[in-house]
C-alpha cells in the first residue's frame, strides 16, 4: 500500500520528482546550503520554496505546517528586487547577510529565499557569491529564478540546480476541474495559463479575465496582417496596463508563435524555412521586450510600439 502524501508532497502541482528530492533530503539529514530553484513563473517555484521552509523549520509538524504563516517565522528572511529601481541592489544583499549571520531563533538553521535572483545587479551578485563560497552551517539560500541564463555561473555552480518544468496537460485538466463550474473552458485556460498552475488559479477565479484574454488571443492571431497604424492603435491600449499586465500579455503572444512554429514543424509538406526564421525572430523580439520591461526603466509605449512595429 502506498503511504499517504504527505503536507509537503501535496505542496505543488507537478514537479514531482523536486518534491521527493527536497522531502528525502531533509528526512536524511542532507541538505544543501544553497539551491537554485529554476523555472517559468507561476510554476509553484515559491510555493514549494516556503513549503520548504517549514519542513526546515518547523520540524515537519502538520499542525504547525498548516496553522502558521511561515512567512513570520523569524528564521526566514525573503528578499525581492527593489520596486523602484527593477532589481536587487547590494544594500539588500548586505542587510539580508546581517540578518542569516545571526544564530537562529528557534530552529536549526537560517533560510533566506531570494525572488527573481536573476535581478541582482552585478555588485549584488557578487556579494552574494562570497557568501556561497563560504557557506555557514546553520544557513540555507535557496535561489528562485525564471531566467537562470542571466545568473552567473560560479553562482550556478555554487548552488544544487532544480529544474521545474511545465505541467503535464493530464495533471492539470484534473486539477482544474475542481477550481471551476464551467468544465468547457478547460481546455481554454489551461492553453491561456501557459500549463502553469499558478495561473490557472488566477484565471479559474476571473471568468472575466478569461473571456478578455480569449478576445486577445483571437485578434492576435491575425495582428501580422495589420496594418502599421492598426498595430500602433493597438500597443496604445496595451501600453496602459501595468507592467505586470503587459508581460502576461507578451507571455501570450509568446505563446501564440511557439504553437505557430509547432503547427509549421508538424505539417506533412516541406517546412518554409524563412517563415520558421521569422517566427523565432519574434519570439526573441518579445522575449527581449519583456526583459527590458523588468529590467529597465524604459518607456513602456515606445517599447510595445517598436515591438507591434516589428512582428
Known amino acids: 500500500m502506498d503511504e499517504k502524501n504527505t503536507p509537503f508532497q501535496d505542496a505543488i502541482i507537478g514537479n514531482e520528482q523536486i518534491v521527493n528530492m527536497l522531502e528525502r533530503s531533509y528526512k536524511l539529514g542532507k541538505l544543501s546550503h544553497a539551491y537554485l530553484f529554476d523555472g517559468p513563473e507561476h510554476i509553484g517555484k515559491k510555493t514549494l520554496a516556503l513549503a520548504f521552509c517549514k519542513l526546515i523549520l518547523q520540524n515537519g509538524s502538520t499542525r504547525e505546517y498548516e496553522a502558521n504563516n511561515i512567512e513570520e517565522n523569524p528564521d526566514l528572511v525573503i528578499l525581492r528586487p527593489d520596486e523602484d529601481k527593477k532589481q536587487i ?12 549571520s545571526l544564530f537562529p531563533y528557534s530552529a536549526k538553521y ?9 535581478m541582482m545587479s552585478k555588485s549584488a551578485a557578487n556579494s552574494i557569491l562570497k557568501t556561497l563560497e563560504e557557506p555557514s552551517s546553520t544557513t540555507i539560500l535557496i535561489l528562485l529564478t525564471s531566467n537562470s541564463g542571466n545568473l ?9 540546480m532544480l529544474k521545474f518544468l511545465p505541467v503535464k ?11 471551476i463550474s464551467d468544465q468547457s473552458k478547460i481546455e481554454k485556460i489551461i492553453e491561456l495559463s501557459g500549463y502553469k498552475p499558478g495561473k490557472i488559479v488566477e484565471l479559474a477565479n476571473n471568468g472575466d479575465k478569461v473571456e478578455e484574454l480569449i478576445g486577445i488571443m483571437d485578434g492576435f492571431s491575425n495582428f501580422v496582417q495589420k496594418s502599421a497604424a492598426e498595430r500602433l ?28 512554429l509547432l503547427k509549421e514543424y508538424s505539417e506533412i509538406n516541406e517546412i518554409d524555412k524563412d517563415k520558421v526564421i521569422k ?6 523580439l518579445i522575449n527581449n ?22 512582428l
Open 279 to 284: 517566427i523565432k525572430n519574434n519570439i526573441n
Open 152 to 160: 552567473l555561473d560560479t553562482i550556478k555552480s555554487r548552488c544544487q
Open 110 to 118: 537560517k533560510v533566506a529565499i531570494i525572488e527573481q535572483a536573476d
Open 169 to 179: 496537460r493530464r495533471t492539470l485538466k484534473d486539477f482544474v476541474k475542481n477550481k
Open 289 to 310: 521586450t519583456k526583459k527590458n520591461l523588468l529590467t529597465k526603466n524604459i518607456n513602456s509605449r515606445l517599447a510595445i510600439e517598436n515591438l507591434f512595429l516589428q
Open 233 to 260: 492603435d493597438e500597443a496604445e491600449i496595451v501600453s496602459k496596463k501595468e507592467v505586470n499586465e503587459i508581460v502576461d500579455l507578451l507571455n501570450l503572444y509568446s505563446f501564440h508563435f511557439r504553437k505557430v
Open 89 to 100: 541592489i547590494i544594500e539588500q544583499i548586505r542587510e539580508l547577510q546581517k540578518k542569516i
